[in-house]
């Protein structure tokens, strides 16, 4: 490869998801949770811009929010390393890492950002990773990760990896972050002190496939939600507030704590954000954003 070359960059978008739907069953010998979900792509997204070097260096800066932790228990270098180690190389990378998703939010930065180095070292290195090799880098580095390498919106079976693609559609919404961060590990600890209720998620798929928010507002589900509540009290009333406000509906993504609300288009979400604003404290996160019907360049 030429050294002109090696100092091109590469840039990628790497979108946040929602889980319109999620059903998280029991835990399994491994530790993980059966589960069933759907995520789709959103609007609101970190960059991630890569550059080849020979040094051999796996390195990290970042902008933007805060990432927490480590460069080196970041999943962008834990993902540019894998793929390194798969290729047998010895090539490095400086990476530069825009945030704009909060961190510890379910809302999948991380995957998504594990996911984006993914394709962005196999450009920067001039090599290609085979689909079926990739699927298993994905799976070794979080159940998420192999979503983003795919469809904008999925159905997700087994821990998340094995994915149906859907027909997307947009949808206008209003995250609402309450600007902490709250662990998975501890909202999953929570979710096994219990029984849980459950839903199939067949009953959301058939309202996902027309093209309405009011359908879809009464079947959106998340049953660990239930339990992020429980660390965090204040999602109860900021879903609450949400739907006084004049969301369609109003629930957790993922482990949370940001609550996702569904609005008709983009002027009512835009209302939405404005009446929250008076209503949210000083740290919490407001985020207007349309699901994606298209995977960003």
Known sequence: MREGREREAVRVVSPAKINWFLDV???RADGYHEVQTVMQMVSVADVIECRATDDGAITLTTDGMPCGGSPDDNLVVR???????????????????????????????????????????QRVWCVHIAPEDLRVIARALGADVAFFLGTPAAACTGIGELL????????????WNPGMP????????????????????????GAYSGHGA?????????????AAEECLPRLRTM???????????????????TVAALCDDEPHASRLAAALRGRASGQDVLLVCHTLTELPE
């Open 239 to 257: 879903q609450e507030e949400a739907r006084a406000c004049g969301a369609r509906a109003a629930w957790i993504s993922g482990s949370g704590p």
């Open 25 to 27: 069953g029991s835990r």
């Open 214 to 226: 009011g359908r879809m507002a009464d079947a959106v589900w998340n049953n660990l939600g239930l």
């Open 164 to 175: 149906s693609p859907l027909t997307p559609r947009c949808h206008w919404l209003v995250l």
């Open 79 to 121: 993902a540019a390393r894998a793929a390194r180690a798969h290729l047998r190389m010895k090539k490095g990378a400086r990476i530069k890492l825009t945030k704009r998703i909060p961190v510890a939010a379910g809302l999948g930065g991380g995957s998504s950002n594990a996911a984006a180095v993914l394709r962005a070292v």
């Open 182 to 205: 709250l662990s998975t590990k501890a909202v999953y600890a929570a979710f096994d002190e219990r029984p849980r209720l459950h839903r199939d998620m067949a009953a959301f798929l």
